[in-house]
């Protein structure tokens, strides 16, 4: 299995962090949230004076297997279809990162039809094959194939870590991924699948109760999957898998992780049942619209940045949420203390 040495955040700063926030020109805790987020850079780059750095947002897209059970509202070309529109610049993931001046790279992990003669200065093309097999049937990859993906996730932060870049953002494209993330939810969790399992791409009524009971028999089919590479393996995507290995090199790089919607928190939820002091390096960014997302955060612990009824993924929440950390980190380096400001405290 791909190897990561991810180490716990030091907290030995910990005191010297909450004594410089603490004594801005402010009441104690008013900035809210934005004093959590500050703090959490701080604690992650372990210094008092943070800095973002080259910030790159990594949208990894994939086919799943599982479409082909009608469990989506939406055909299975669509995927590549959109991935044709990230590299027009065309989606909503360009239009914010542009608006953010966020890079942005389209990582092809395997995509059904691929991309071949297709040359684009923001695409990565290590795709695994023609997507997932169908777990509906049989387990969606191999372990040999679960741990190349890893390793390929891991290798495009290494790649995007020469560039200076110490934020990093996910998010990911595939018809039929909300599915692989719902079972992985249930299996990690141990939440029921009732909780798990949303529309999606907007099922009706009829459209969710059927994908509740494929799922279902899916799961029961492969209840010998127990160890954590078992069911990502068993149940997991190609983009789902490379971002989980993609999230724990950031985590061993101590880059600052902005973790997107339902299927990123997902990926997330699988890096730490592999390394649990991934979630150390992970902000928040968002509370998708997606159904099971809340309780997935409320498992993880996670506060989430923002909560605007989103449910597109591209990691869209990342790019939307980070001139938030971008206000964080100027507060903390440029806010008057009282002391120099010589206002009176409490």
Do not use: W
């Not at 997507?131 to 990859?141: C, D, S, V």
């Amino acid at each position: 299995m791909q190897y990561f040495d991810i180490q716990s955040t030091d907290k030995q700063i910990s005191e010297a962090i909450r004594h410089k926030i603490n004594h801005k020109t402010k009441p104690v805790g008013a900035l809210g949230m934005l004093e959590t987020v500050a703090a959490q850079i701080c604690l992650i780059q372990q210094t008092l004076s943070p800095q973002l750095t080259a910030p790159q947002i990594l949208v990894f897209a994939a086919d799943h297997g599982i479409a082909g059970e009608g469990v989506s509202s939406y055909p299975a070309e669509v995927t590549r279809q959109m991935v044709l529109n990230f590299l027009a610049g065309g989606a909503a993931i360009n239009v914010f990162c542009r608006q953010h001046g966020l890079a942005l790279t389209i990582v092809d992990a395997g995509v059904k039809g691929g991309f071949d003669g297709l040359k684009d200065t923001i695409l990565v093309s290590q795709s695994m094959g023609q997507g997932t097999r169908n777990f509906a049937r049989e387990p969606a990859m191999t372990l040999a194939e679960c741990e190349t993906a890893l390793a390929k996730g891991a290798e495009v932060v290494r790649q995007v870590a020469r560039t200076g870049c110490n934020v990093i953002g996910f998010g990911e494209m595939g018809i039929g991924n909300t599915s692989a993330a719902a079972v992985l939810m249930h299996k990690f969790t141990g939440i029921p699948l009732a909780g798990c399992v949303g529309r999606g791409t907007g099922l009706d009524d009829a459209g969710l109760a059927r994908k509740h009971d494929i799922l279902q028999a899916a799961v029961e089919k492969h209840a010998c999957a127990q160890t954590p590479l078992d069911i990502l393996a068993t149940f997991g995507g190609f983009e789902i898998v490379q971002m989980c290995g993609a999230m724990l090199q950031a985590a061993q790089n101590r880059m600052v992780v902005l973790i997107d919607g339902f299927i990123a928190t997902a990926a997330l939820l699988a890096a730490r049942q592999l390394h649990p002091a991934v979630l150390e390096y992970c902000v928040f960014c968002h509370q998708s619209d997606e159904h099971g997302h809340r309780k997935l955060l409320e498992f993880l612990h996670g506060q989430p940045i923002l909560n605007l009824g989103l449910r597109l993924g591209e990691g869209t929440g990342c790019a939307l949420a980070y001139p938030i950390l971008q206000s964080a980190v100027a507060f903390m380096n440029e806010m008057a203390s009282f002391e120099s400001a010589g206002v009176s405290q409490k």
